[in-house]
């Protein structure tokens, strides 16, 4: 059953039914079929970005929808409710924008900001590392100046649609000074010297290709520079903070898919001579499910109304995503349980959704690291 939701204005609702109509009529009937073959879903994103969905949260003047994080970050779960590949995409899409939004020039988004906010380019975010993962003050991906160039080389890892996107929001390392020797470039998935590699084997998203990025001599152009040379670390924390959101709502959006999964199962499964739903012991298996979604729904809300008043949020999105991915691999297992031997064959969605849920908790800052993060912040208050 779609989640009830409040919503600010009829605008929001409007944008959220459209959103429910392309996940029910255009995504959920190929989701399968796509994450069986491993196939990316490049025309589902261009689809996404004719129907204004692919720059939901910024500006109307560079081609956004400029509206609220509360609105985007709910139909960014409708889209991920039908197909999780999708949302995680649309997501680092989003965070992907993200500097050049808030860090660049009128210039640099007078440039390049419409055609990556109105659906012609997709975008990735190239942070990690082999060895700088949780720690991003560690990367070794470096850029030297060269004239009118940077000069780039090293490897990026873990890049979400990596060898399909358009252009890389790239943190390089301009000097040796630790953290403060980071800067942020935007490079065309075209440049010379840039190349995917082969993807990586993944347990769940198989849709979504997840690829290292390699730099050999990469020349980039210097007004490709977003925010200054050592700005690279802010602009990378800032951007997570934000798309820590977007990871919380694509959990919910899974985690409410296995819900309503197992509760349509048990209302006609059979035994001893009454629906499996009407067992006690199911019963409170699934309003525990429900608890969790709910909650999960509240707490990036409530981070997300933060963040559009311009209040702080960042341990409020760190507590959403911790919630949101912890609960989401909760619910899709035990929509396998729920389901029985049925869950556990490809026959139904449920144990698909059990592999997507997994990743949620590792991406975009571990679980593990959200801890720390809450915990610094409650030090520091």
């Known amino acids: 059953m779609p989640a009830e939701r409040l919503l600010p204005d009829t605008e929001s609702a409007d944008l959220i039914a459209l959103a429910r109509e392309i996940a029910r009529d255009?995504?959920?009937?190929?989701a399968a079929?796509?994450?069986?073959?491993?196939?990316?879903?490049?025309?589902?994103?261009?689809?996404?970005?004719?129907?204004?969905?692919?720059?939901?949260?910024?500006?109307?003047?560079?081609?956004?929808?400029?509206?609220?994080?509360?609105?985007y970050l709910q139909a960014l779960e409708e889209i991920a409710g039908a197909w999780m590949s999708v949302g995680v995409g649309l997501s680092v899409h989003t965070m992907s924008c993200f500097a050049l939004a808030h860090y660049g020039t009128d210039e640099q988004r007078d440039q390049w900001l419409?055609?990556?906010?109105?659906?012609?380019?997709?975008?990735?975010?190239?942070?990690?590392?082999?060895?700088?993962?949780?720690?991003?003050?560690?990367?070794?991906t470096r850029a030297r100046r060269d004239g009118e160039s940077y000069v780039v080389n090293g490897t990026?890892?873990?890049?979400t649609a990596g060898g399909q996107a358009d252009f890389y929001t790239t943190m390089v390392r301009t000097s040796d000074d630790g953290g403060k020797g980071i800067s942020c470039l935007?490079?065309?998935?075209?440049?010379?010297?840039?190349?995917?590699?082969?993807?990586?084997?993944?347990?769940?998203?198989?849709?979504?290709?997840?690829a290292q990025m390699i730099f050999s001599d990469a020349h980039v152009p210097a007004e490709r520079l977003i925010g200054g040379e050592g700005a690279g670390l802010k602009i990378a924390l800032d951007s997570l903070a934000s798309g820590r959101l977007g990871i919380a709502a694509c959990s919910?959006?899974?985690?409410?898919?296995?819900?309503?999964?197992?509760?349509?199962?048990a209302k006609t499964r059979q035994q001893f001579g009454k629906p499996i739903i009407e067992n006690q012991g199911l019963e409170f298996l699934i309003a525990d499910m429900a608890a969790a979604v709910e909650t999960s729904r509240a707490m990036y809300l409530d981070a997300a109304r933060r963040r559009d008043r311009g209040m702080p949020f960042q341990r409020q999105a760190s507590v959403a995503k911790l919630v949101a991915t912890d609960s989401a691999m909760k619910v899709t297992t035990d929509a396998v349980q729920v389901l029985g031997g049925a869950g556990y064959t490809r026959d139904f969605p449920a144990e698909r959704y059990m592999r997507e849920a997994k990743v949620p908790q590792i991406f975009e800052g571990t679980n593990q690291i959200q801890r720390m993060v809450i915990a610094r912040a409650l030090k520091e208050a």
């Open 186 to 210: 935007l490079v065309d998935a075209s440049t010379a010297g840039l190349e995917a590699a082969a993807p990586e084997r993944k347990m769940g998203l198989t849709g979504s290709t997840t």
């Open 156 to 159: 990026k890892a873990w890049i």
């Open 26 to 30: 255009e995504l959920a009937p190929v």
């Open 33 to 71: 079929e796509y994450e069986e073959a491993e196939r990316f879903p490049r025309q589902q994103f261009r689809l996404l970005g004719k129907s204004g969905l692919l720059g939901l949260p910024y500006a109307e003047r560079w081609g956004g929808g400029d509206v609220p994080y509360e609105t």
């Open 114 to 140: 419409p055609a990556m906010l109105g659906g012609e380019l997709l975008g990735a975010y190239a942070l990690s590392e082999m060895h700088a993962g949780s720690d991003a003050a560690a990367l070794s």
């Open 252 to 265: 919910v959006g899974l985690a409410q898919a296995a819900l309503d999964e197992a509760v349509a199962y």
